[in-house]
T-cell receptor
């Protein structure tokens, strides 16, 4: 079953604008990760935020985590056409006892040049 | 450095035929290994994961099976494919709770 749900399902923005994607999950987690997938390819890890962290930055990426609301957001600033891809959140449920990552449904981002 | 190889890249198989997808990892020892399936335009569904040789956990009842005959080899199999088995199959590895590293996937079409 899906642990996470991203919204929006699809997002279209102009180059230079910021893109925000949200992820909600259902159970307690050890960490939450964001991945990117270019069309027809495998996923690439972007950033990991632990359950005791609230915000994390990596280049143009900013991730927030609110464990009380069981939600996370990914912000991509100053977007570029090359950022066009699908973005997924993945959680490692703390009750699983294993390193079992459950993925959300993804947000398809299109950045228009 | 670590690398993951997954093949074939694409596969077209008739209903009722067998399936074998292979995934190998290089440059690391005792990785956790995963098989995910992605339907068109959808998220990833965890099918199997393995924390060691011969240790396979199945997440979804189905006509697929997985095996790990060697530390860095993970195989996804089926004796008889169904139309509903079509999809994009992704192999991945991790060490403990580190991020997942994915292969490039296999696009399976069952006709």
């Amino acid at each position: 079953s899906q642990q996470g749900e991203e919204d929006p399902q699809a997002l279209s923005i102009q180059e230079g604008e910021n893109a925000t994607m949200n992820c909600s999950y259902k159970t307690s987690i050890n960490n939450l990760q964001w991945y990117r997938q270019n069309s027809g390819r495998g996923l690439v890890h972007l950033i990991l935020i632990r359950s005791n962290e609230r915000e994390k930055h990596s280049g143009r990426l900013r991730v927030t985590l609110d464990t009380s609301k069981k939600s996370s957001s990914l912000l991509i600033t100053a977007s570029r056409a090359a950022d066009t891809a699908s973005y997924f959140c993945a959680t490692d449920p703390s009750t699983s006892g294993t390193y079992k990552y459950i993925f959300g449904t993804g947000t398809r981002l299109k950045v228009l040049a | 450095s670590q690398t993951i190889h997954q093949w074939p890249a694409t596969l077209v198989q008739p209903v009722g035929s067998p399936l074998s997808l292979e995934c190998t990892v290089e440059g690391t020892s005792n990785p956790n290994l995963y098989w995910y399936r992605q339907a068109a335009g959808r998220g990833l569904q965890l099918l199997f994961y393995s924390v060691g040789i011969g240790q396979i956990s199945s997440e979804v009842p189905q006509n697929l099976s997985a095996s790990r005959p060697q530390d860095r080899q993970f195989i996804l199999s089926s004796k008889k494919l169904l139309l509903s088995d079509s999809g994009f199959y992704l192999c991945a590895w991790s060490i403990n709770n580190s991020p997942l590293h994915f292969g490039n996937g296999t696009r399976l079409t069952v006709t």
